[in-house]
């Protein structure tokens, strides 16, 4: 099982960027895939989830109206486009998969030691 994340960068206050997690080694249908972040000095935080099979998807308070998440089966990624950006988005982004018959919430549990697979991070730098 692979989880491949990738898309972090520098941005502006205000910007927007576009992470990707593509996944391989498993039955993508069979998942939710989340992300998390995490900045220095702070715990990983939960952001976002699509589940594979149905689409759904859940954002924390802070990210909604600005953060999207969809995916894309055919090419089994997960995408998170994020507008608006600011330097307390700032953190390494992780993608997460969780099976879909271990969740106890729809679509995703929302918490890290529920997931099964994780990715490498992805960096992101928001300037002010």
């Known amino acids: 099982v692979q989880l491949q994340a990738s898309g972090g960068g520098l941005v502006q206050a205000g910007g927007s960027l576009r992470l990707s997690c593509a996944g391989s080694g498993f039955i993508f249908d069979d998942y939710a895939i989340s992300w998390f972040r995490q900045a220095p000095g702070t715990e990983r935080e939960w952001v976002s989830c699509v589940s594979i099979s149905d689409g759904a998807t859940d954002y924390e308070d802070s990210v909604k109206g600005r953060f999207t998440i969809s995916s894309d089966n055919a090419k089994r990624r997960v995408y998170l486009q994020m507008n608006g950006l600011q330097p307390e988005d700032a953190a390494v982004y992780y993608c997460?998969?969780?099976?879909?018959?271990?969740?106890?919430?729809?679509?995703?549990?929302?918490?890290?030691?529920?997931?099964?697979?994780w990715g490498r991070g992805t960096l992101v730098t928001v300037s002010s």
């Open positions: 997460a998969a969780q099976k879909g018959d271990t969740r106890v919430v729809d679509p995703c549990d929302r918490v890290d030691f529920e997931m099964d697979h």
